[in-house]
């Protein structure tokens, strides 16, 4: 089992920046590859990025590409989503998940584990 908690979510204007946090625990954190999605109201949930296991490889979303970025910290069960430029569009609950078979993809049935989301809210 894995347990994924994510924090840095807030309130914020348009152009503004935000980092989001994702702390893992219950196995080995370095195994999986993980991904960041989000959910605005009325919405489907949708792919955001994802890293693979060592951070070396990454993959955006085209509505974010440019703008956002996302980063692991294997030493600290940490991945990152920094986001700058945040638009209102951006205004979404936003998840991490975690995907022990490694794959780095935008599907979110590949992913096995999820957290319990951060509200990320942009002002115009």
């Known amino acids: 089992q894995v347990q994924l908690v994510e924090s840095g979510g807030g309130l914020v204007q348009t152009g503004d920046s935000l980092r989001l946090s994702c702390v893992a625990s219950g196995r080995t954190f370095s195994s999986s590859a993980m991904g960041w999605f989000r959910q605005a109201p009325g919405k489907e949930r949708e792919f955001v990025a994802a890293?693979?296991?060592?951070?070396?490889?990454?993959y955006y979303a085209d509505s974010v590409k440019g703008r956002f970025s996302i980063s692991r910290d294997n030493a600290k069960n940490t991945v990152y989503l920094q986001m700058f430029s945040l638009r209102p569009e951006d205004t979404a609950v936003y998840y991490c998940a975690a995907d022990f078979l490694g794959g780095l993809g935008k599907n979110e049935n590949q992913y096995d584990f999820w957290g319990q989301g951060t509200q990320v809210t942009v002002s115009s």
């Open positions: 890293i693979s296991r060592s951070g070396g490889s990454t």
